[in-house]
């Protein structure tokens, strides 16, 4: 049970704040609904009774959000060249809730865009997991949204940079010293 003032989230579309608890009668059936005013002034309506089955949840706690923001320091995680599978996957982790998952898509896919581009599907997809991320980040650790967005990308950028700039300069010097020094398997003496 959650109450107003409490700061949730809400699968698939972000974080926000219960505004009120109201009782509706929506198609001759009344039931309580938490009220959530979420970025943008938006109000979503998610009957109290089926809220936690459906995943919302209360934010992160600033040390979870740490964890959150490392992962956008890693490494990609494998993800299938296959886009229609690699979608299907991806909205899964969104659909989860879960912020860690919402956060590797984010980081996964902003790699993705870097190297190659992305689909007109999976550029929304970045852009709605990054809002996701996002509005959860801002209640967490209590900054504005452009401080955040700008952390994010920041960290995306630098973990970019260490793993796939500065692994594909390894490799090219790597090809450089072979052309140069062919070895053949026989050491000078």
């Known amino acids: 049970m959650f109450n107003v003032g409490d700061k949730i989230v ?7 704040t219960i505004d009120s608890i109201e009782e509706k009668d929506i198609l001759g059936e009344k039931q309580s609904y938490y009220i959530i ?3 943008g002034e938006v109000k979503v309506m998610v009957p109290t009774a089926k809220a936690e089955q459906i995943g919302v949840r209360n934010i992160i706690d600033k040390e979870h959000a740490g ?12 993800m299938s060249n296959n886009w229609n599978k690699r979608y299907r996957d991806n909205m899964e982790k969104m659909k ?50 452009e401080d955040v967005e700008q952390l994010v990308d920041n960290k995306i950028k630098m973990s970019f ?4 700039v500065a692994g594909d300069i390894s490799t090219i010097e790597q090809d450089i010293v072979k052309k140069f020094i ?8």
Do not use: C, W
């Open 67 to 78: 964890k959150v923001l490392k992962i956008l320091e890693e490494n990609e995680t494998e």
């Open 10 to 16: 809400y699968p698939m579309h972000g974080a926000g």
């Open 96 to 145: 989860s809730g879960d912020i860690y998952e919402v956060a590797d898509v984010v980081r996964n896919l902003a790699f993705k865009q870097k190297e190659k581009g992305l689909s007109t599907g999976e550029k929304k997809m970045l852009n709605n997991a990054k809002q996701i991320l996002v509005s959860e980040l801002v209640l967490a650790e209590h900054a504005s949204q």
């Open 37 to 39: 005013k979420m970025p």
């Open 161 to 164: 940079e260490e793993y796939k």
């Open 182 to 189: 062919p070895y053949d398997g026989t050491e000078n003496l």
